[in-house]
């Protein structure tokens, strides 16, 4: 199994954030195993990211995505692979529970655009953010 890391956002091509995550993410797929073979950073274009993920998909068989999944309109991932795939949004429960506690423990109150954060794409594998 091969894969591709990609990462989305603006603020990561202005150069405003680095890109820690995509380091993260290759050195545990390598330490299990898994070759990455190429790490792409794209803009929050929803075209910029549809045309990352089908060249993505055409070269491995594993492609990770992280960044432009927010409550913020700039956040278009996953309208854009939605439409690049034809698949559905469907409401992701545990992720809803993950999202409400960390709020809850902030003391801040969770609001129905927070929970549009749990609704992926059908057939996706979500994993968990523990970090952050």
């Given at each position: 199994m091969k894969a591709v890391i990609i990462s989305i956002g603006d603020e990561l091509l202005k150069g405003h954030r680095l890109?820690?995550?995509?380091?993260f993410i290759a050195r545990?797929?390598?330490s299990?195993?898994?070759p990455?073979?190429?790490i792409i950073t794209c803009s929050d274009d929803p075209q910029s990211i549809r045309d990352s993920v089908s060249s993505a998909l055409e070269e491995s068989e594993a492609v990770l995505m992280t960044g432009g999944l927010?409550?913020?309109n700039d956040d278009r991932t996953r309208k854009s692979v939605?439409?690049?795939l034809?698949?559905?949004?469907?409401?992701?429960e545990p992720s809803c529970e993950r999202i409400a506690e960390r709020f809850r423990r902030r003391r801040r109150p969770v609001?129905?655009?927070?929970?549009?954060?749990?609704?992926?794409?059908?057939?996706?594998v979500v994993i968990p953010n523990t970090k952050g």
């Open positions: 890109n820690t995550n995509a380091s545990q797929l390598g299990i195993g898994i990455v073979i190429r927010g409550p913020t939605q439409e690049l034809g698949r559905k949004l469907v409401f992701d609001s129905e655009v927070m929970k549009s954060q749990a609704m992926v794409i059908e057939g996706s």
